[in-house]
């Protein structure tokens, strides 16, 4: 008789609009192979706990989370077990208590969920404990390049787009500049795909440079023309004009970005006169109910998943390129980073808008 195999989940990094999908379509599909999935609470920081924080998850379990934003397991963005931070300041390799408990659950497969630097720790781990290791992509910032679409972008998005339909009716009402600072590490792909579907009049990102004056000009311009009101979407990664990126420390010591808008929100009123407000969406943008989009994604991802596993292909990663589900070596799909293409469609179309994306022109070829 075919032993039954015991499949682990886990969810790892930031959460996301997709995650339960992803869950809910594994569960789903186990069922067709037979299969026991365990899903593992709180990432590694569940395999690392002592007893193993796990438990079996069956259909009734699943039931109606494929609306529910966030992740019913849990997750964590820190601790890394190779480093891992102790109570008393210390550093300590804790990877061998992580790869026990994987197989004191007596898994066959372990299914993570995450984005380039999880996956990159995981795939260490499966390497290291011969763990069996399938990984599902999701970043909001969608800048894995093997895959055209991550889990949580398509949501994250559209959390922005809805923030900034609401901004563009005050900013009409009050003469005002409306800013939006959005999430974006290294990539503005969510600034400036919200910018074009909410009709910002100025997106700023990493991956192109930009003249405060220029801006300033911009804004002026529409003023004069009779357009009493503006829009801009900007990442939070934007650096001011001086190359300083725009950081802040919090109470537990962690550096983290933020604080751009503001910035140039100060900048436009002491330059122009014009009365600015600026909102900071942050983790608004990972907490939203899933977009349709993001719910199919995690469905297709899940499904694909558990296929692998049934056909015993390992230290794969599934990914979407050309509407459909393909299979890549992880290797090589945290190895490729996907920058918004200053060549590409999206900013064409912001150009081709009228739409200030920074000095392009002088990025582009002669």
């Known amino acids: 008789m075919t032993k039954t195999k015991r499949i682990g989940i886990l969810t790892s990094g930031g959460d996301c609009g997709g995650l339960n999908a992803v869950i809910r379509a594994v569960v789903r599909r186990a069922r067709d192979y037979d299969m026991e999935i365990y899903g593992i609470k709180g990432a590694t920081q569940g395999l690392m706990n002592r007893p193993v924080e796990a438990e079996l998850l069956d259909i009734k379990k699943v039931s109606g989370i494929l609306r529910y934003g966030g992740t019913i397991l849990g997750t964590v963005n820190k601790g890394n077990p190779f480093a891992y931070p102790m109570p008393d300041g210390s550093i300590v390799d804790r990877s061998e208590e992580v790869i026990d408990g994987y197989h004191k659950l007596g898994l066959d497969a372990l299914i993570g969920i995450g984005g380039d630097g999880s996956l990159a720790i995981l795939r260490r781990l499966a390497q290291q404990g011969k763990m069996n ?21 398509n949501t994250a998005v559209s959390v922005a787009v809805e923030a900034l339909d609401r901004l563009t009716y005050t900013a009409i009402s009050h003469s005002r500049v409306m800013i939006l600072e959005v999430m974006g590490r290294d990539a503005g792909h969510i600034a400036v795909s919200a910018g074009i579907a909410g009709g910002a009049h100025v997106v700023l ?105 049934a056909q015993e292909k390992y230290d794969r990663m599934v990914a979407w390129v050309n509407r459909e589900v393909i299979d890549v070596p992880i290797s090589e799909a945290i190895a490729k980073y996907s920058a918004v293409d200053i060549h590409g469609t999206l900013v064409r179309t912001a150009v081709g808008l009228g739409t200030y994306v920074g000095e392009i022109d002088k990025l582009l070829p002669s």
């Open 205 to 309: 990102i990493p991956e192109i440079p930009y003249d405060l004056d220029e801006v300033c000009d911009r804004l002026m311009n529409r003023a004069l023309r009779g357009f009493n009101f503006s829009t801009m979407v900007v990442a939070e990664a934007v650096k001011t004009p001086s190359g300083e990126p725009v950081k802040y420390t919090n109470s537990l010591g962690q550096t983290l970005y933020g604080g751009i808008g503001q910035y140039l929100g100060d900048q436009i009123s002491t330059r122009t006169g014009m009365e600015s407000r600026v909102t900071i969406l942050g983790h608004v943008q990972r907490g939203s109910t899933p977009s349709p989009l993001d719910r199919i994604l995690g469905a297709a991802f899940g499904v694909a998943a558990v296929d692998l596993i």
């Open 133 to 153: 290791f399938v990984a599902v992509p999701k970043t909001i910032d969608n800048d894995l390049g093997a895959t055209e679409n991550s889990i949580g972008f």
